[in-house]
């Protein structure tokens, strides 16, 4: 690992993208901090879902941004595939669209990060973090 333990720690732990300013590098990397999580847990559909506070353009945007772009291709590929926006929404709406849009054909493995492309988002994320030592070593 090239960051230390505590400001990784800390990043995974106490950065949401809320606390972040729009558009900013810490926001970006907050949101691929949530996307690794959740689409770690639960496949990218389930991102989607549980993301409902987040416009869906704002995540690939985030994940290019911070250097996944094996993750941000993979992820507009299922978006791509359900064929509408996703746009920052209330978390029933957001439900609602997932549930008519998600292509019943939608394969496993489509719905979940390559190991490539996890790792590439893993890095990007210690980079980052490694970048922004001093900042995520004090939160907390």
């Keep these: 690992m090239i960051c230390s333990d505590q400001a990784w720690n800390n990043f995974v732990m106490l950065s949401e993208p809320e606390h972040h300013e729009w558009g900013s590098p810490r926001r970006a990397a907050a949101i691929a901090s949530l996307f690794n999580a959740i689409s ?3 496949g990218l559909v389930h991102f989607l879902d549980f993301s409902h506070h987040l416009d869906a353009e ?3 945007a985030a994940l290019g941004g911070i250097g996944a772009g094996k993750a941000q291709r993979q992820l507009e590929h299922v978006i791509e595939r ?3 926006a996703l746009p920052v929404m209330d978390e029933k709406e957001r439900e609602d669209i997932i549930s008519r849009c998600c292509p019943e054909d939608l394969e496993a493995y489509e719905d979940c990060l390559t ?3 996890e ?3 893993l890095a990007a994320m210690e980079a980052h973090v490694a970048a922004h030592e001093a900042y995520y070593a004090g939160l907390g």
């Design 119 to 121: 790792r590439e988002l």
């Design 58 to 60: 704002e995540v690939l």
């Design 115 to 117: 190991e490539v492309a």
């Design 40 to 42: 770690g847990n639960g």
């Design 82 to 84: 359900m064929g509408c």
